[in-house]
């Protein structure tokens, strides 16, 4: 059974900046292509960021040069680290394996 439990959310100013982790089990984060989407209110859900099993990593235009995803293959967690956050990344930021598993997601409020 495939699980994903993202954390790290919360509210933060413009300019400021917040990692998420993505703790898995029942699945191996380095073995997978591992995703970041992210839906805010009345919009649909969107891609944010992945990293492949070979550690390509890819990006929405929205985010480059300011988010970065990572993993660490010991804790079996995924990371987004959100650098210069701006209003418009104010959303609920989900987690997932290869498209096909997803996590509860996780709050980021950016006050401007």
């Known amino acids: 059974q495939v699980r994903l439990v993202e954390s790290g959310g919360g509210l933060v100013q413009a300019g400021g900046s917040l990692r998420l982790s993505c703790a898995a089990s029942?699945?191996?984060?380095?073995?997978?292509?591992m995703g970041w989407y992210r839906q805010a209110p009345g919009k649909q859900r969107e891609f944010v960021a992945t990293?492949?099993?070979?550690?390509?990593?890819n990006y929405a235009d929205s985010v480059k040069g300011r988010f970065t995803i990572s993993r660490d293959n010991a804790k079996n967690t995924v990371y987004l680290q959100m650098n210069t956050l701006k209003s418009e990344d104010t959303a609920v930021y989900y987690c997932t394996a290869r498209g096909n598993y997803w996590g509860q997601g996780t709050q980021v409020t950016v006050s401007s």
């Open positions: 029942g699945t191996i984060v380095s073995l997978n292509t």
């Open positions: 990293i492949t099993s070979g550690g390509t990593t």
